[in-house]
Nanobody, 121 residues
Framework: QVQLVDSGGGLVKAGGSLRLSCAASGRTFRALTMGWFRQAPGKEREFVGGILPSGNYTYYVDSVKGRFTISRENAKSTVYLQMDSLKPEDTAVYYC??????????????WGQGTQVTVSS
């Protein structure tokens, strides 16, 4: 069982930046596709983007494309979500998730505890 720990959330003004981290336990990180999701108050959880095990391919939803960047350091078993040009509508609890295989849009089966991101206008 992979355990994921999210961190890095906080309060930032619109236009600012934050970097979220997700540290994974276990020795299987190099085999995991990693995803980032978010859930705003009163809304369903939505997929933000993901990265393949090798780190050579990333995918983003249109609402964050060009502003968010996902990267990973397999030697540290950590995936990152760099968020730039933040908007108030980016306010949400952000979760990392993992799955085996090479499908970024597939079903994820392990989740971090979430970290709150609040963007003030």
């Amino acid at each position: 069982q992979v355990q994921l720990v999210d961190s890095g959330g906080g309060l930032v003004k619109a236009g600012g930046s934050l970097r979220l981290s997700c540290a994974a336990s276990g020795r299987t990180f190099r085999a995991l596709t990693m995803g980032w999701f978010r859930q705003a108050p009163g809304k369903e959880r939505e997929f933000v983007g993901g990265i393949l095990p090798s780190g050579n391919y990333t995918y983003y939803v249109d609402s964050v494309k060009g502003r968010f960047t996902i990267s990973r350091e397999n030697a540290k078993s950590t995936v990152y979500l760099q968020m730039d040009s933040l908007k108030p509508e980016d306010t949400a609890v952000y979760y990392c998730a993992s799955r085996f295989g090479f499908s970024i849009r597939g079903e994820y089966d392990n989740w971090g505890q979430g970290t709150q991101v609040t963007v003030s206008s």
